[in-house]
Nanobody
Framework: QVQLVVSGGGLVQAGGSLRLSCVAS????????MGWFRQAPGKEREFVAS????????DYADSLKGRFTISRDNAANTVLLQMNSLKPEDTAIYYC?????????????????WGQGTQVTVSS
């Protein structure tokens, strides 16, 4: 089992940036992929980004490419999500998740452990 602690959310104006951090404990961090998902009010949780076990491969939701960057530091058991050029439609609760696979994955079913979520609010 993996425990995940998320931080870095907050309120930002449109066009601004935020960086989310997720620290993992439990299983060997470098043995699994990590992902970020988000859930806006009244909507289903959706895929944001994923990174493979080594950090050599990443995947993003098509609508977010070029604005969001996922990275990981295996020595620090940390995965980051850098969010730039934020838009009001990016407002959501953001979740960090640990996968049961080593490669990037978009499906929620590939993830078994979830962090507590952090609110990101982008004002217009």
């Amino acid at each position: 089992q993996v425990q995940l602690v998320v931080s870095g959310g907050g309120l930002v104006q449109a066009g601004g940036s935020l960086r989310l951090s997720c620290v993992a404990s439990g299983r060997t961090f470098s043995s699994y992929a990590m992902g970020w998902f988000r859930q806006a009010p009244g909507k289903e949780r959706e895929f944001v980004a994923s990174i493979n076990w080594s950090g050599s491969s990443t995947d993003y939701a098509d609508s977010l490419k070029g604005r969001f960057t996922i990275s990981r530091d295996n020595a620090a058991n940390t995965v980051l999500l850098q969010m730039n050029s934020l838009k009001p439609e990016d407002t959501a609760i953001y979740y960090c998740a640990a996968a049961v696979v080593r490669d990037v994955a978009r499906s929620r079913h590939a993830y078994r452990s979830w962090g507590q979520g952090t609110q990101v609010t982008v004002s217009s």
